[in-house]
């Protein structure tokens, strides 16, 4: 079963590591978002495509699902020292990737073609896809002005409010060949329980990407239980964004191409025919058994 991810840097990742323990990595592709990348700190900073890549090496912090596990922080501490405004934590191995896909950029290859690098060297055996070649930005109006998304989750831990949700590009972003084949050439497609309005939405934004999900099987997971996200700050994004901030709201974002919608059994607000399974991916086994319920469940379909 060959089997493609739209996935952000926390909630699907969570899914992933139960489906590698159904399906040999080499059937799964994953379509990351890109849209909070950004230059900073003299590299190129990529935080779900790593945290993807970590995963499928084995190199993941799963304590804090980003970063190296054991990385140390040794330049991240001198440049504090050299007195560099310094808000984003990176370990000394997670830098060095930064580093090594900013050369590659500036050399001029794709982010596609540099994650494909990056991939191999880490002994990746799944293919990780960034949505779009091009440069996305998802910056957050707050009541202090117009800041990178980064900045607000990061430097401000989301304690600030915010007005608007903005999607920033020079010209309107398209889905990668890569990602177009891999949905196509998938048996089933999984938007796991990423943030809808950052994660998710800037991979439903580029161009060929809604087209070809309503070509194929597709579940969708909510990252809501009632109207508080499992993690992260879905709920206010979600408000910003002018949806509601619960499975519906998900669901309203997603009904066009979902065959099949899976919220928490714990959720107190229903959707109609959707699935409930236990979507707190607290461990492993629970991942596990998750990825159990979505197979059986879409085995009839395929």
């Known amino acids: 079963m060959k089997i493609t991810f739209l996935s952000g840097g926390t909630g699907t990742p969570k899914l992933i590591r139960g489906f590698q323990k159904k399906i040999p990595d080499e059937e799964i592709s994953v379509i990351v ?9 003299g590299s190129h900073l990529s935080p779900d495509i790593d ?14 699902w980003w ?10 501490d001198f440049l504090k020292e050299l007195g560099e405004d310094i808000y984003l934590t990176l370990g000394d191995k997670d830098r060095a990737v930064n580093i090594s896909r900013g050369r590659m950029l500036k050399e001029g290859l794709t982010l596609t073609q540099a ?34 998304f980064q900045e607000y989750w990061v430097r401000h831990r989301g ?8 999607r920033s590009f020079n010209e309107k972003p398209k889905a990668t060949e890569e990602a177009l084949e891999a949905i196509k050439k998938s048996d089933l497609v999984i938007i796991g329980p990423s943030n809808p309005v950052t994660s998710i939405s800037p991979i439903l934004e580029c161009e060929g990407i809604k087209e070809a999900l309503k070509e194929k099987i597709v579940v969708s997971v909510s990252p809501f239980i009632g109207d508080n996200p499992i993690s992260g700050p879905a709920k206010e994004l979600m408000e910003a964004w002018g949806m509601p901030p619960t499975s519906e709201g998900t669901y309203s974002l997603y009904r066009d191409f979902t065959n099949v919608f899976i919220q928490d059994i714990r959720d107190n607000i229903l959707i109609e025919d959707a699935f409930r399974f236990d979507t707190l991916m607290i461990n492993e086994k629970v991942s596990e058994a998750l990825a159990d319920e979505i197979i059986s469940t879409v085995r009839e379909l395929i």
């Open 115 to 148: 994650t494909k690098e990056l991939c191999k060297k880490i002994g990746v055996r799944a293919d990780v896809i960034p949505m779009t070649n091009s440069e996305v930005t998802t910056q957050i109006l707050t009541e202090k002005g117009l800041i990178h």
């Open 67 to 76: 970063g190296i596990r054991g990385d140390t922080t040794v330049t991240n």
């Open 51 to 64: 945290t993807v890549m970590y995963l499928f090496s084995g190199l993941l912090n799963t304590n804090t």
């Open 33 to 41: 978002n890109t849209a909070e990348d950004m230059w900073i700190y």
């Open 159 to 166: 304690n600030i409010g915010i007005k608007k949700v903005i």
